[in-house]
């Protein structure tokens, strides 16, 4: 399995605990998570996998909308979760991902609970009608914002709105990369821009993008967010009212 980004400042012992404490991976996860350490494809891992199952359980969530699905391994999670009449939507930019998605979801007998959109995740989610209990954010960085925003009006009192990489990303993909110093020195006002660090275009771009979403969700006095640090840390935003 991939080692979360996060494993230079979560010490790796966290990440043994959790592995000996969460449920195992199925063998179709399995599977899954040797392919995204194969190819390096940024999946939620484990950790995380199975703390978005458990939230769907503690919120008897029947509707889950994600934003960016890659082939499924997150939904898959979400899956074991969710009634027989529940439905996980699933987008994605990349249709060869969507097409692996629905083997995977196939194998674990998941098939009809997956609405299956292939295009921009906030494009999409803006065609959907109705309340969802539970949304994953897991996109491009810089659009977090447009993605909470385009999704806030559905998600119910007692709602959650998840988003991955609001600690670190890109230790497989460098050019999707967020840093997790830049973003910390921001946050604990150490510099206020960073245009004056000396990170890459792209990693500033996505680092930027974290920090927007960051300072947005704080901003929005009908939630409230807290940190998980697993995986590559995760925001946990509930709706209050
Ligand atoms: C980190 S991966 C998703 C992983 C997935 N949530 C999981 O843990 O199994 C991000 C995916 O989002 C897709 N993506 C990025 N921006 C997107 C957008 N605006 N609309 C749809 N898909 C997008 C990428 O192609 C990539 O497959």
Redesign the pocket.
């Known amino acids: 399995m991939t080692e979360p980004f996060l494993g230079e400042h979560v010490p790796n012992d966290v990440t043994r605990f959790s592995e000996r404490i969460r449920p195992e991976s199925t063998p179709v996860l399995s599977e ?1 998570e040797a392919y ?1 350490h194969r190819e390096g ?5 484990p950790d ?2 199975a703390w978005l199952c458990q939230l769907a359980r503690i919120n008897d969530a029947t509707r889950v909308f ?11 999670w979400f899956a074991r979760a969710l009634p027989d009449d529940g439905e996980i939507v699933l ?4 249709a060869e ?1 969507l097409d692996r998605a629905e083997s995977y979801l196939e194998r674990l007998d998941a098939a009809d609970l997956a609405a299956v959109e292939v ?6 989610a803006s065609r959907y009608d109705g309340r969802f209990d539970i949304a ?1 954010i ?3 960085k810089y ?1 977090y914002v447009d993605a909470f925003e385009e999704i806030r009006d559905s998600i119910p009192p007692g709602g959650t709105i998840v988003a ?2 609001t600690m670190s ?1 890109g230790r497989d993909v460098p050019d999707d990369t967020v840093d997790f110093d830049a973003l910390l020195s921001v946050l604990t006002s150490e510099i206020d821009d960073l245009r004056r660090t000396s990170l890459p275009e792209e990693t500033r771009r996505h680092t930027q993008g974290i920090i927007d979403y960051l300072t947005h969700i704080r901003e929005q006095s009908a939630f409230e967010t807290t940190l998980l640090p697993l995986g590559d840390g995760v925001t946990v935003t509930t709706r209050l009212r």
């Open positions: 899954m995204a494809f940024p999946i939620v891992g995380v996998g994600e934003f960016g699905s890659g082939y499924g391994y997150s939904a898959c987008t994605e930019q990349d991902n295009g921009d995740a906030v494009d999409i994953l897991d996109i491009e659009q991955d990489n990303a």
